[in-house]
């Protein structure tokens, strides 16, 4: 089984910065993508930020947050990061982390909250 786990969350005040990290730990596998979704309340989750461990190794962002936001990895510790600037209080929502294995297959983290304070 794989495990995904999300860290770096918390309370922040708008203007500030949070690095949130995700960690995929489990039995052997391969990762084909990992990404970074999130759900404000009373909405549906959304694509915040995707990047490829394989061919180009792309990587895209949702309008939302283009250059305020940066995905990067650590391929070897198996890592994706999500940095996070400027934040605003339209930035508040649990964020979960995805990662898609070389089968297609999906593994969600548990989720970490983000509050941005006005």
């Known amino acids: 089984q794989v495990q995904v786990v999300e860290s770096g969350g918390g309370l922040v005040q708008a203007g500030g910065s949070l690095r949130l990290s995700c960690a995929a730990s489990?039995?052997?596998?391969?990762?084909?993508?990992m990404g970074w979704f999130r759900q404000a309340p009373g909405k549906e989750r959304e694509f915040v930020a995707i990047?490829?461990?394989?061919?180009?190794?792309?990587?895209y962002y949702a309008d939302s947050v283009k250059g305020q936001f940066t995905i990067s990895r650590d391929n070897a510790e198996k890592i994706v990061y999500l940095q996070m600037n400027r934040l605003k209080s339209e930035d508040t929502a649990i964020y979960f982390c995805?990662?898609?294995?070389?089968?297609?297959?999906?593994?969600w983290g548990q989720g970490t909250q983000v509050t941005v304070s006005s």
């Open positions: 995805r990662l898609v294995d070389s089968k297609g297959d999906n593994y």
């Open positions: 990047t490829w461990w394989t061919g180009d190794k792309k990587t």
């Open positions: 489990g039995r052997t596998f391969s990762i084909d993508n």
